[in-house]
């Protein structure tokens, strides 16, 4: 059965006991962790959460490369908010910007060998903080139901808003 949009209600359909437990858990154990992933890329690599993404993401392009409008997408950041994130990061040489060959409207964001060698550095600190915070409390039954989780609820909200 799927809720209605909040919106359409004339009054909230306020959540029951289990849901708000439910919900607040989510809240504050996706904040903290989070925070402490960030914190530890930080402390050991002068790297970010977000900065590791954007060198995630474009380390799995084909060439290492990455309209600014499609990395904006697949880090859930506004333009602007990648535009100086990007700006930072070309500061430190993980990545340069250019004209896209096939438009020349577009902006490619690209990693460097600096980048590059950074997302190399910091991976094992990052896994063994997701291992260590999250994979190893959870059963092989509760680490799929959580993906089969996320993946309803990304799929909702694209529906939704897309």
């Not at 509760?142 to 309803?152: A, D, G, H, N, P």
Request: charged share 30%.
């Amino acid at each position: 059965m799927t809720a209605e949009p909040h919106a359409e209600r004339p009054d909230p359909l306020w959540l029951d006991t289990d849901e708000q437990r439910a919900w607040r858990a989510y809240i504050d154990g996706n904040h903290r962790l989070m925070d402490r992933l960030n914190r530890d890329l930080q402390q050991a690599h002068g790297l970010s959460l977000a900065e590791y993404r954007i060198l995630v993401l474009l380390s799995e392009a084909p060439d290492g490369s990455l309209r600014m409008s499609d990395l904006a997408d697949g880090v859930l950041s506004s333009r602007s908010r990648l535009t100086h994130q990007i700006r930072r990061m070309e500061g430190a040489s993980m990545v340069v910007r250019s004209s896209c060959a096939e438009d020349g409207r577009g902006v490619l964001a690209t990693l460097t060998d600096e980048g590059r060698r950074r997302l190399t550095e910091a991976a094992p600190t990052h896994v063994a903080g997701v291992r260590r915070n999250l994979v190893d409390l959870l059963t092989r039954t509760q680490i799929r139901t959580l993906s089969e989780i996320f993946t309803k609820v990304e799929a909702a909200v694209d529906e939704r808003c897309g």
